[in-house]
């Protein structure tokens, strides 16, 4: 079990016991209660912010111990325009990805979808509309949009996927439902590029990626702005990306080499 797991449920165990021993003998003092207030609010709120830390959901956020390779994860598309340059980039470099799509812009794009796959890449889903405010929404909004976008990509594709990452990152206990009764694997990340921003820097995103690339890693990258109102910078940075990748003699690799791995590793 993740030690910020077990953090919450001690954390949660405190809160109970406290509001109990304020009904049987009497009340705490004011300072002893706000400060316990804020202490379990800043506990739940880096588990809903910080995925890595997989306070509510089962994550992979890198691959296992003995992992070979590097798997570069895209989010927000799929773009007419900016995915197909990302997947020649990575057909001339011979490197897989993992592409996290948001559904309505899949039913938008099928084709794209389609060439994803056909190119031998792994495909997720990003959620159907990507809501800024994912984790403030109760369970069955939350599985109605989860739902939609495997429904949208199992009919463009034939096959219905199996891994998932959150909008935004964010988890909840109320996702973590959703995403066990739907069999979900939740994927994270152990390298963020920081591309997402329009006043993102080609160099800066480069940089950032290369410090962390190492067997095993998870790289967060965009093909997509989420609103479709600018280019991100991975499209700049890629190629260098890639080079690092040839000059560490790393390989590109799909998510799903490092999901049962990790499973297992987790498990035991």
């Not at 590097?70 to 990575?90: Q, R």
């Not at 990003?126 to 800024?132: D, I, K, L, S, T």
């Not at 495997?150 to 219905?160: F, P, Q, S």
């Not at 479709?228 to 998510?255: F, M, Q, T, W, Y």
């Amino acid at each position: 079990m993740p030690p910020a797991r077990i953090l919450f449920y001690m954390a949660t165990f405190g809160a109970l016991a406290l509001v109990a021993r304020s009904l049987l003998i009497g009340p705490v003092p004011t300072w002893i209660t706000l400060a316990a207030l804020a202490a379990y609010t800043a506990t739940v709120l880096s588990g809903v912010l910080l995925l890595r830390l997989r306070m509510f959901v089962d994550a992979v956020c890198r691959g296992p111990d003995d992992a070979r390779g590097v798997a570069l994860t895209f989010d927000d598309g799929p773009n007419p325009t900016h995915t197909p340059k990302v997947l020649d980039l990575l057909d001339q470099a011979k490197v897989k990805a993992t592409f996290f799509v948001i559904g309505k812009k899949a039913e938008a794009h099928p084709e794209i979808v389609r060439d994803i796959v056909a190119r031998g890449h792994a495909l997720g889903s990003h959620g159907y509309a990507h809501p800024r405010t994912f984790a403030m929404l109760p369970t069955s909004a939350v599985r109605a949009d989860v739902e939609r976008s495997l429904v949208v990509l199992e009919k463009i594709t034939g096959r219905r996927p199996t891994l998932f990452r959150p909008p935004i990152g964010h988890t909840n206990p109320r996702i973590a439902k959703v995403v066990d009764a739907l069999d979900l694997t939740v994927v994270g990340w152990s390298v963020r590029a920081i591309d997402g921003l329009a006043s993102a820097d080609a160099e800066k995103v480069t940089a950032r990626v290369t410090r962390g690339l190492e067997d095993g890693a998870i790289v967060l990258l965009h093909d997509a702005a989420e609103r479709e109102d600018h280019v991100p910078a991975s499209l700049a940075a890629l190629p260098k990306i890639l080079e690092g990748l040839r000059a560490r003699n790393l390989a590109g690799v799909a998510v799903t080499d490092f999901v049962e791995g990790s499973r297992e590793e987790g498990a035991a």
